[in-house]
């Protein structure tokens, strides 16, 4: 059961590591998910646009990409990686504080490696819906 915290080609530090992964693991606890492996990977847009355009054949910038290694029904475990510079953006963009949209991504990853999709409206209005409550939990 580990969550881990890295960073790729910019210098940045969760400001409370111990705090979120605690914070996550009770959202995968709430939704009757169990864990196994978390690495979370905060990098820049180039790095992660390199990895979309190799991985998943899109030349667009996105704020996370989530990759699953576990099997259906198995503890989640996974790789996301998540774009500081798309994370700021956002931030600025919604009229939210870094950390609440950093929050909303970090969970939002979870989400997926739970099942959840959000390619279509209601299913984005159920992942939203998600992500709110959780951050909700933040303490």
Request: net charge neutral; hydrophobic share 35%.
């Amino acid at each position: 059961m580990a969550i881990r915290f890295f960073s790729e080609e910019i210098p940045f530090k969760l400001a409370h590591p111990r705090k979120t992964s605690a914070w996550i693991k009770q959202a995968i606890t709430k939704e009757n998910g169990q864990l196994d492996e978390l690495n979370y990977i905060f990098c820049s847009d180039q790095y992660l646009l390199s990895i979309n355009q190799q991985y998943l054949n899109h030349n667009t910038l996105t704020d996370i990409i989530t990759f699953g290694h576990s099997e259906k029904g198995a503890p989640i475990s996974g790789d996301i990686y998540i774009s500081i510079e798309r994370v700021e953006e956002n931030s600025k963009y919604f009229k939210i504080s870094f950390e609440e949209e950093l929050h909303r991504v970090i969970i939002h990853g979870v989400l997926h490696l739970l099942g959840y999709k959000d390619k279509k409206s209601s299913d984005k209005a159920l992942m939203r819906k998600k992500e709110e409550a959780y951050l909700s939990l933040r303490k």
